[in-house]
T-cell receptor, first 111, second 114 residues
């Protein structure tokens, strides 16, 4: 079983809709969670980090964390074609001092 | 300020040759990470440096891979006797102090082994 799981997609949503990206992780003691966006041919860039249970909002983005269910999600409101990219969920592993990445979900926002 | 830089941006080599990839982290960042991303895949962690030391090298795929960091700054990843399965994008990231700090990625080096 992979440590960080994501649906590879593609997830297709119409422009203006809410895109919901999900991620589950296996290490119960993980404390830090990150969402990165990666455009095709580019390197990952950080969108949001979340450390506590609940929601964290930043503009059109909301990260949600549920440690009991070992689940973290990213919501993108008012999706734009420019949001089309692969979204990588990353979980910080205290023991190894490393980020473990999921395989990424490809999001396609159609005009 | 300047971000993480990597060189070369592209490298084509023949099977069996050695290659050296370079990463220059953000100034002042003590932690440096190497990842590998194969086509259409997620990121595979290779090695992490805190200062000049690498506490855990178990992520390196084989003994053909080695990495060093000198002066707490520039790092090089060396792949000896390259194989076709080594073809991937090699990404370097740095963070201020390690732990759970945000990692900032460089543009990557695309390695193609013929």
């Amino acid at each position: 079983q992979k440590e960080v799981e994501q649906n590879s997609g593609p997830l297709s949503v119409p422009e203006g809709a809410i895109a919901s990206l999900n991620c589950t992780y296996s290490d119960r003691v993980s404390q830090s969670f990150f969402w990165y966006r990666q455009y095709s041919g580019k390197s990952p860039e950080l969108i949001m980090s979340i450390y506590s249970n609940g929601d964290k909002e930043d503009g059109r983005f909301t990260a949600q964390l549920n440690k009991a269910s070992q689940y973290v999600s990213l919501l993108i409101r008012d999706s734009q074609p420019s949001d089309s990219a692969t979204y990588l969920c990353a979980v910080y592993n205290n023991a190894g001092n490393m980020l473990t990445f999921g395989g990424g979900t490809r999001l396609m926002v159609k005009p | 300020g300047a971000g993480v830089s990597q060189s070369p941006s592209n490298k084509v080599t023949e099977k069996g040759k050695d290659v050296e990839l370079r990463c220059d982290p953000i100034s002042g960042h003590t932690a440096l990470y190497w990842y590998r991303q194969s086509l259409g895949q997620g990121l595979e962690f290779l090695i992490y440096f805190q200062g000049n030391s690498a506490p855990d090298k178990s992520g390196l795929p084989s003994d053909r891979f080695s990495a060093e960091r000198t002066g707490g700054s520039v790092s090089t990843l060396t792949i000896q006797r390259t194989q076709q399965e080594d073809s991937a994008v090699y990404l370097c990231a740095s963070s201020l102090s390690g732990t759970a700090d945000t990692q900032y990625f460089g543009p990557g080096t695309r390695l193609t082994v013929l």
